[in-house]
């Protein structure tokens, strides 16, 4: 499906880019938001915060957030996957999910909000203007990526939700078809799965500038393996809470139940914040593999993203609201 893009004023973005190009386009941008000081959609690209502070345009980047952040090459990123619904192995994915029906689609809005509405993805789409962010991303099972997306920000469709005072959290379903999904019903562990995938964040998580509706990257539409037509990401929580091909998103008064803390609550837990010095029960998440390479770097508190969403979490007990 193509989306209709909107430019942004500042970062052009989002023609079909080889990958080289796009690396290319990006250090030029990279070079020109150092030179004219970051505004809030040049600071993504650099992975700097748009937090509501630096929108402002008063965070220059720095030329080593640059460097940090080398786009992890286009082939791995479409081609070692989770998404279960098409296959356990990481190389399932890309070989099963051109079954995936991607036009037409439809996201419900509902739960506790003003505005409740169900929206051709068009609708949904359009009224946000689509930026570039380069985010890191560290999968719970401790390999990362770094992932040029195109998408905009999940704040834009609450705010049109309009959730009510009661509502504290936002839940998130993907698309469950058995038909377009053969390969999500697993002989031993479907039934306790009990699709569809599920996922949530607090409200102040997902109105925290970061959080992101993703509609494609590398400049192209969502692969479908990546989640098409429109995935979530959460770049300082592990990549299982950033749920693919999403169909609804309810507003709840209470912490709704998600697919991988209710299949084994004591290694996944809602928040699945990144974080070092918890380590998961069957392995240590102190260090991550780049996909890519083969040497084990550090894994950063929160990936990274500690000086933006820090305080989301302050009084928490971290160790116990993992
Ligand atoms: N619907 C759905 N969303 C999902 C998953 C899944 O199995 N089904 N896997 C999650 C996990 S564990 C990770 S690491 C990321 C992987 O995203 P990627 O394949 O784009 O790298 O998707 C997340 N979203
Ligand atoms: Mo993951």
Not at 210 to 238: C, E, H, I, S
Not at 252 to 269: H, L
Not at 279 to 287: E, V
């Amino acid at each position: 499906m193509i989306i209709k893009i909107k430019k942004s004023s500042d970062v052009p973005s989002s023609e079909v880019t080889s990958e080289s190009e796009y690396l290319n386009r990006r250090s030029f941008l990279a070079a020109s938001a150092t030179a004219i000081g970051a505004t809030a959609g040049a600071a993504a690209l650099l992975g700097r915060a748009a937090s509501p502070l630096s929108a402002a345009g008063s965070t220059p980047a720095s030329a080593s957030a640059v460097q940090e952040l080398e786009p992890t090459a286009e082939k791995l990123i479409t081609s070692y996957n989770n998404f279960y619904e098409f296959g356990l192995a990481k190389e399932d994915p890309a070989k099963h999910a051109h079954a995936l029906v991607t036009e037409p689609w439809s996201v419900v809005v509902d739960g506790l909000c003003n505005n409740p509405a169900e929206y051709q993805l068009e609708e949904f789409v359009s009224p946000s203007t689509i930026e570039d962010r380069v985010y890191r991303f560290r999968c719970v099972e401790a390999w990362s990526m770094v992932v040029p997306w195109q998408g905009f920000p999940l704040a834009d469709v609450i705010k049109r939700a309009d959730p009510t005072g009661d509502a504290e959290y936002v839940a998130f379903e993907t698309l469950w078809d058995p038909d377009q999904m053969p390969q999500g019903r697993w002989r031993n562990w479907e039934p306790r799965i009990g699709w569809p995938y599920r996922e949530g964040l607090r409200l102040d998580e997902a109105m925290h500038p970061l959080a992101f509706l993703a509609t494609g990257l590398y400049g192209k539409d969502m692969p479908n393996q990546n989640g098409a037509p429109l995935r979530l990401v959460v770049p300082w929580k592990y990549g299982f809470k950033s749920i693919k091909s999403i169909v609804r998103m309810t507003f709840t008064a209470e912490e709704p139940p998600t697919t991988w803390a209710t299949q084994a609550s004591n290694e996944y837990g809602f928040y699945s914040n990144v974080n070092p010095d918890v380590s998961h029960p069957r392995w240590s998440q102190a260090r991550e593999r780049p996909l890519g390479s083969f040497r084990r770097v550090p894994t950063r508190f929160l990936n990274g993203y500690a000086d933006e969403v820090a305080h989301l979490y302050e009084g928490m007990d971290l160790k116990k609201h993992y």
